[in-house]
C-alpha cells in the first residue's frame, strides 16, 4: 500500500479555514435541492434561487477542490489518485452531501487526537453518510420517477421507503425505479449500502470480540493460580 503524501501547511491552512464554508454550502445545497424538487407549487422565482444557489455550492466546491489540488504540489493525476472521494464528490450530484462528513472528520481529528474511538466513528460516519446519502437519493429518485410512465414511486414517502430498503439491502420490491437514472441512482446506493453494511457490521464484531477478550482476560486475573479452566 502506498503512503498517503504528507499534507502541506499552507494546505492545512486552508483546510481548517474552509471547514464552516464546506458545511453550509454542503447544507445549502442539500436545502435548495430539496426545496426545487419537493416545491412543486412554488414561484418560477423561488425555483430559479434554488437552481442558483445549488450551482453556487458546487461552485464552492469546485473552488475549494482546485486550490487543494494547487496546494497540495501533486498534480492533478496523483492528487485524484489519493483523493478520489473528494473528487466523486465534487463530479456527482448525489454525493455532494457527503461533503458534511468529511468536514466532520477534520473536527473530530483536531488537536491530532480524534475525540471519538475508531468504533465509534466508523458506527457515527456509517450513520451520517447513510442518512444524507438515503436523503439525496432519495430526493434523485423521486425527481426522475413520480411522473414517468408506469412508475410506482409516485410520492416523496414512496421514495423514501425505497432508499431505506436499497441502503439496507432489503430490497423488498414493493416500489422500484422504472427511469435509466432512477436506476442508475439504484445502482449506486446497493453499492454503498453493501459498503456501509460491512463497515457497521466488521467494527461492530470487532468491538465485540475485544469487550469479550478483555473480560476473559480480568477474569483469569481474578483466579487463584492454578485455578483455571479445564483443570482437575
Known amino acids: 500500500m502506498r503512503d498517503r503524501p504528507p499534507v502541506q501547511p499552507a494546505q492545512e491552512r486552508w483546510d481548517s479555514w474552509m471547514e464552516t464554508p464546506l458545511t453550509v454550502m454542503a447544507l445549502v445545497y442539500l436545502a435548495a435541492y430539496a426545496v426545487r424538487i419537493l416545491g412543486h407549487d412554488l414561484a418560477g422565482s423561488l425555483r430559479d434561487l434554488c437552481l442558483a444557489l445549488t450551482?453556487?455550492?458546487?461552485a464552492?466546491?469546485?473552488?475549494?477542490?482546485a486550490v487543494r489540488v494547487r496546494l497540495s504540489g501533486l498534480g492533478l493525476l496523483?492528487?485524484?489518485?489519493?483523493?478520489?472521494?473528494?473528487t466523486v464528490v465534487v463530479i456527482l450530484?448525489?454525493?455532494r452531501p457527503l461533503r458534511i462528513v468529511s468536514v466532520y472528520d477534520r473536527v473530530q481529528r483536531r488537536r491530532d487526537q480524534p475525540r471519538l474511538t475508531l468504533y465509534a466513528r466508523v458506527m457515527?460516519?456509517?450513520?451520517?453518510?447513510a442518512s444524507l446519502l438515503g436523503f439525496a437519493g432519495a430526493l434523485t429518485v423521486y425527481h426522475f420517477e413520480y411522473t414517468a410512465p408506469g412508475a410506482t414511486i409516485r410520492t416523496f414517502g414512496d421514495s423514501v421507503w425505497w432508499a431505506c430498503a436499497t441502503l439496507a439491502t432489503v430490497g423488498y420490491g414493493d416500489v422500484t425505479p422504472v427511469t435509466p437514472m432512477g436506476r442508475l441512482t439504484a445502482v449506486g446506493m446497493m453499492g454503498v449500502g453493501l459498503a456501509l453494511l460491512g463497515a457497521v457490521t466488521g467494527s461492530f464484531s470487532s468491538w465485540l470480540i475485544q469487550a469479550f477478550t478483555r473480560d476473559?482476560?480480568?477474569e483469569d486475573g481474578k483466579r487463584p493460580p492454578g485455578d483455571s479452566p479445564g483443570a482437575s
Open 55 to 58: 450551482y453556487a455550492a458546487w
Open 60 to 65: 464552492v466546491f469546485i473552488v475549494d477542490y
Open 78 to 86: 496523483r492528487f485524484v489518485r489519493h483523493h478520489f472521494l473528494d
Open 93 to 95: 450530484p448525489l454525493l
Open 124 to 129: 457515527a460516519y456509517a450513520g451520517l453518510t
Open 216 to 218: 476473559d482476560e480480568k
